[in-house]
């Protein structure tokens, strides 16, 4: 799994990518927290972009769920060249690594988990929200017959709720 390629570990956009940090991001351990997804991309043997760390930067700065559109425009905020298609392939690229967890709520709308600990979730119908239950709150009894060839990845629960005045 180790790759000979960690020779450029400061590529020379990082004083660029400095000019090009949004104005108005609140946070004001900006720098030490890029180093944070630096690292974290480097750890998983991707090679750092601009766009990649900005991807990281929506991701990882907390746990988010987020579709791909809503990365994409928080991505773009920081790294306004972002393509739609840079953006879906380094999605596809950080799920590929278990950096995030992809959640189909139905087939329109797929949200991007950076909690990848093993947790479950309530989804809101009205508002879109996902709010985390931490895997302890649930218990799943009994199990699935599964085929003899295949192996039990996840189980995944959705609680979908709605509000009561409707
Ligand atoms: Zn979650």
């Known amino acids: 799994m180790i790759q000979p390629t960690q020779k450029s570990t400061a590529p020379d956009g990082n004083s660029r990518e400095n000019e090009m940090a949004a104005p108005t991001m609140p946070n004001a351990k ?3 927290g890029k180093d944070r997804f630096a690292e974290l991309l480097r750890q ?9 760390l900005a991807i990281a930067q929506v991701l990882f700065a907390r746990p988010v769920h987020l579709t791909a559109e809503q990365v994409l425009q928080r991505a773009q905020h920081i790294v306004p060249e972002i393509s739609r298609a840079t953006g879906y392939n380094t999605l596809k690229l950080f ?4 950096l995030v967890r992809e959640l189909v709520i139905d087939p329109a709308r797929i949200v991007y988990d ?28 009994g199990s699935a017959n599964l085929p003899s060839d295949v192996e039990l990845e996840e189980v995944d629960i959705i609680i979908r709720v709605h509000s009561k005045d409707h």
């Open 114 to 141: 950076s909690n990848t600990s093993h947790h479950y979730h309530i989804y809101d119908a009205d508002t879109g929200e996902m709010t985390d239950i931490p895997a302890g709150d649930l218990k799943v009894v």
């Open 95 to 98: 799920k590929e690594k278990g």
């Open 30 to 32: 900006d720098g030490a």
């Open 44 to 52: 998983n043997n991707i090679p750092l972009t601009l766009q990649r």
